[in-house]
C-alpha cells in the first residue's frame, strides 16, 4: 500500500490550500483515509478523516469549519480542503490509513509541508 501527498505549499494567513492524497495497492473500500499534522517540537495532531464507503467525515476542534475533507472514489484520492489558513496551521502534513474498526493507522504518506505567514 502507498499513499502519496501533495499539495502543499507556502500562503498568507487567510489563504487556502488544497492538500491530495492518492492511495494504490488495495482496494481502500474497508478504510478510514485521515489527515494529520505534526510541527516542529509539538507532537503529531488529528486533522480529519473520511470513511472510504459512505463518505462519513470527522474533524479535529482545532480545523472545524475551516477545513473540509473529501474523496474521490473514482481517482482513489482523498482531498483537503483548507480555507482561512492561519499560521498555527504550520506544519507537515500526512496521510494515513486504517481498516474500519482497526486500532492504528497502519499505511503513511511521506508528508507535504504546509507554510502559512502571517
Known amino acids: 500500500v502507498q499513499l502519496q501527498a501533495s499539495g502543499g505549499g507556502s500562503v498568507q494567513a487567510g489563504g487556502s490550500l488544497r492538500l491530495s492524497c492518492t492511495g494504490s495497492?488495495?482496494?481502500?473500500?474497508?478504510?478510514?483515509i485521515a489527515w494529520f499534522r505534526q510541527a516542529p517540537g509539538k507532537e503529531r495532531e488529528f486533522v480529519a478523516h473520511?470513511?472510504?464507503?459512505?463518505?462519513?467525515?470527522y474533524y479535529g476542534d482545532s480545523v472545524k469549519g475551516r477545513f473540509t475533507i473529501s474523496r474521490d472514489t473514482a481517482k482513489n484520492t482523498v482531498y483537503l480542503q483548507m480555507n482561512s489558513l492561519e499560521p498555527e496551521d504550520t506544519a507537515v502534513y500526512y496521510c494515513?490509513?486504517?481498516?474500519?474498526?482497526?486500532?492504528?493507522?497502519?499505511?503513511w504518506g511521506q508528508g507535504t509541508q504546509v507554510t502559512v505567514s502571517s
Open positions: 473520511v470513511h472510504w464507503s459512505g463518505g462519513n467525515t
Open positions: 495497492g488495495r482496494t481502500f473500500s474497508y478504510d478510514v
Open positions: 494515513a490509513t486504517r481498516r474500519i474498526g482497526g486500532s492504528s493507522y497502519n499505511y
